[in-house]
């Protein structure tokens, strides 16, 4: 038996048998109540971040919060924005980005909307839990490690604060907390994962803007999505993250792969502070080491020709 739910995907019937309100314990595999999702070790699972749905209420940074017991960052609007984190953090694992088209097609200050469209963009940003991590490949002590799910998790016990994936996150996600020193960002809820339980996000996630599920069905569910919004006259809607049309998406390029947390887009990547060609750092590594070595031969044979150029007396 199989209920259909308000977004056209079944929910398996056994929901039925926890109709009551209070429930004398936890619900055995309840994602596959709350996200349609059996969740399985081996298996490869992520978010599909559907921005054209997002309502910018911040539940998502709530829950992460409240599940993670993060501390509050700034308790004060920026000024920049309806927003009062301003970007991910040590602390802030989920941020939702506010951004105003202020100009129209003529470069003027927009004064008018399409029917039923906005002049705001919202996009709730978190980790991306790349196929091929950055941060995990720079650390140097095995805090950082590949789960079961596929996702990518920094074991606090392990991290010496060293910072190396700080700049090897082309992202920008990964921080050191200033308290502690230790590297902090988003476990795609590992603890919950590990319970049967869906991700805090994207449970409290009150559109379905933030899904979760396992990748290769998320993916395909996100492609079906940009069809019916294209069909829907919005020409703009693409995936940043996952492949589409075989082709390499934006956001999996400089050797990155498939990102486990993608995202449906309505503008360019660069407009959500999200790069455009995003590369590995260990894909410049061959260009570094050459640039190096032939600088050092510079210095070598300058210094030869200057040792030369002593011996015979200056040049006289």
Avoid at 163 to 172: L, R
Wanted: proline share 6%; glycine share 10%; with cysteine.
């Amino acid at each position: 038996m199989t209920i259909v739910n308000p977004w056209g995907r079944g929910v398996p019937g056994r929901a039925l048998e926890y109709a009551e309100s209070v429930l004398p314990g936890m619900i055995p595999d309840e994602s596959e109540l709350t996200a349609n999702t059996r969740i399985e070790p081996g298996r490869k699972y992520g978010f599909f971040t559907d921005t054209s749905l997002c309502i910018g209420c911040k539940a998502c940074e709530v829950a992460c919060k409240e599940w993670n017991a993060l501390p509050a960052d700034e308790l004060r609007l920026t000024g920049e924005s309806y927003d009062n984190t301003g970007a991910l953090s040590a602390t802030t694992w989920r941020h939702v980005a506010f951004i105003e088209h202020i100009r129209g097609p003529d470069d003027q200050r927009a004064t008018a909307m399409r029917p039923f469209q906005s002049n705001w963009l919202m996009m709730s940003d978190v980790c991306k839990h790349c196929a091929h991590a950055g941060c995990l490949e720079a650390c140097p002590t095995g805090a950082l490690f590949r789960t079961e799910f596929g996702t990518v998790v920094v074991q606090q016990d392990i991290c010496n604060g060293c910072g190396y994936c700080v700049p090897s996150c082309p992202f920008g996600v990964i921080e050191l907390n200033v308290v502690e020193g230790k590297a902090h960002k988003c476990t795609l809820c590992y603890d919950r994962l590990k319970g049967g339980l869906e991700p805090a996000c994207a449970k409290a996630c009150p559109t379905n803007s933030i899904q979760f599920g396992e990748l290769s069905e998320l993916q395909a569910r996100a492609r079906r999505r940009v069809g019916e919004l294209r069909a829907q006259g919005v020409d703009s809607a693409y995936l940043y993250g996952a492949p589409e049309d075989g082709q390499v998406a934006p956001g999996s390029t400089g050797g990155i792969g498939d990102l486990h947390a993608f995202f449906l887009l309505l503008d360019r990547p660069e407009v959500y502070n999200l790069p455009a060609e995003p590369k590995l750092p260990s894909t410049r590594l061959r260009a570094g080491l050459l640039t190096g070595l032939a600088t050092m031969a510079g210095f070598a044979l300058t210094a030869a020709a200057a040792f030369v150029t002593s011996r015979n007396g200056g040049g006289r």
